[in-house]
């Protein structure tokens, strides 16, 4: 199955600082998906890159995914408070028959300290 | 997300009971997905769903069986709950894709 790793495992910030976040797969993918997830709760959506895609923004996100180098990455600026949360990215590959399966690495724990 | 629901919220039950998680969507989304979440283990995919009665095992499934009689529910059964199954159990549903995930919010299960 197709599983991406978040790097770095954990990062903390200063508020108004810069984020950035990195995400690398193994295999071909129809897209990349950037999710949030606030202490005990669901995942948020947050960002879908389609595999023929290179930059997609999204407020104070950017992602970029380079393809060529099998990798994504994440970055939120001017950062807030409310952004501390895990990050996990997801890329998406088509499986035979057309099952398909999102699997989530460890992700990113971000703080951003007052 | 309003139109996940899992049930129930939380639970506590003994070791060597079965229990059954539900997740009910009112999205009619094909896939439906059961995630636990562990510290240090981020998020692992117990077994999903790409269909009524289309199931497949994820990458922690076993001690668990899933059943998806109609659309919108899906069944997560411990056969014999351990202390190991205790966790957080997430549901999520997926229409295509290139949309995104829905994911409820979450059932923690305490294994005593």
């Known amino acids: 199955s197709q599983q991406g790793e978040e790097d770095p495992q954990a990062l903390s910030i200063q508020e108004g600082e810069n984020a950035t976040m990195n995400c690398s797969y193994k295999?071909?993918?129809?897209?990349l998906q950037w999710y949030r997830q606030n202490s005990g709760r669901g995942l948020v959506h947050l960002i879908l890159?389609?595999?023929?895609?290179r930059e997609k923004h999204s407020g104070r996100l950017r992602v970029t995914l380079d393809t060529s180098k099998k990798s994504s990455s994440l970055l939120i600026t001017a950062s807030r408070a409310a952004d501390t949360a895990s990050y996990f990215c997801?890329?998406?590959?088509?499986?035979?028959?057309?099952?398909?399966?999102?699997?989530f690495g460890k992700g990113t724990k971000l703080t951003v300290n007052p | 997300d309003a139109g996940i629901t899992q049930s129930p919220r939380h639970k506590v039950t003994e070791t060597g009971t079965p229990v059954t998680l539900r997740c009910h969507q009112t999205?009619?989304?094909?896939?439906m997905y059961w995630y636990r979440q562990d510290p240090g283990h981020g998020l692992r995919l117990i077994h999903y769903s790409y269909g009524v009665k289309d199931t497949d095992k994820g990458e922690v499934s076993d001690g668990y069986s899933v059943s998806r009689s109609k659309t919108e529910d899906f069944l997560l059964t411990l056969e014999s709950a351990t202390s190991s199954q205790t966790s957080v159990y997430f549901c999520a549903t997926w229409d295509s894709y290139n949309s995104p995930l829905h994911f409820g919010n979450g059932t923690r299960l305490t294994v005593t």
């Open positions: 997801a890329p998406s590959q088509v499986h035979q028959g057309g099952s398909e399966k999102l699997v």
């Open positions: 295999t071909s993918i129809n897209n």
């Open positions: 999205e009619n989304h094909r896939y």
């Open positions: 890159i389609r595999s023929n895609e």
